[in-house]
T-cell receptor
């Protein structure tokens, strides 16, 4: 089986930095993706890590350590609009996506 | 980026009726589409993989006779919830695998359909 564990909720202050962790157990590993989902909306792709290290895309960065089966999403200069749910996900051998448990981020003034 | 649409965005139906949800890739051809279900404050759970011109592949625990999937063309997949019951009330989201970009097969998600069964 597969599992991707995330903290259920995180609260952070506007302008701050927040890190959302994802630990995974998978049969076969092809990379780790991150998605953002606002309430009632579609998941939108944020980033993908196939190799160890940090990938930076604007205010968002994603990190992967395959030896630790661990990754995280780093959000900098938090804005109110960043309040959303964030999911890590892994491509499976069947070419679909398996999603993590999700982290609800609340940004407060 | 590639765009995926869903129709309807929300539907309310009576218990025992059937509901059809459409998923369209608007500016690309998608040989494979995926259907997910998401209950409130929970993650997306894959229900089935829809392949153009062939039968869908269902995940364990998903009743294929209850959730009928048809992928009749390269831009359209439909999910029909038959004999819907209140426990089928959920957010149904489709996705389509888009054209490879930078070596990554990215999935593009539709805006979802909120189904409420009374």
């Amino acid at each position: 089986g597969q599992s991707l564990e995330q903290p259920s909720e995180v609260t952070a202050v506007e302008g701050a930095i927040v890190q959302i962790n994802c630990t995974y157990q998978t049969s076969g590993f092809y990379g780790l993706s991150w998605y953002q989902q606002h309430d009632g909306g579609a998941p939108t792709f944020l980033s993908y890590n196939a190799l160890d290290g940090l990938e930076e895309t604007g205010r968002f960065s994603s990190f992967l350590s395959r030896s630790d089966s661990y990754g995280y999403l780093l959000l900098q200069e938090l804005q109110m609009k960043d309040s959303a749910s964030y999911f890590c996900a892994v491509p499976t051998g069947a070419n679909n996506l398996f999603f993590g448990t999700g982290t609800r981020l609340t940004v407060i003034p | 980026g590639a765009v995926v649409s869903q129709h309807p965005s929300r539907v309310i139906c009576k218990s025992g009726t059937s509901v059809k949800i459409e998923c369209r890739s608007l500016d690309f051809q998608a040989t494979t589409m995926f259907w997910y279900r998401q209950f409130p404050k929970q993650s997306l759970m894959l229900m089935a993989t829809s392949n153009e011109g062939s039968k869908a592949t269902y995940e364990q625990g998903v009743e294929k006779d209850k959730f009928l999937i048809n992928h009749a063309s390269l831009t359209l997949s439909t999910l029909t919830v038959t004999s819907a019951h209140p426990e089928d009330s959920s957010f149904y989201i489709c996705s389509a695998r888009g054209p490879p970009a930078g070596g990554l097969d990215e999935q593009f998600f539709g805006p979802g359909t909120r189904l409420t069964v009374l």
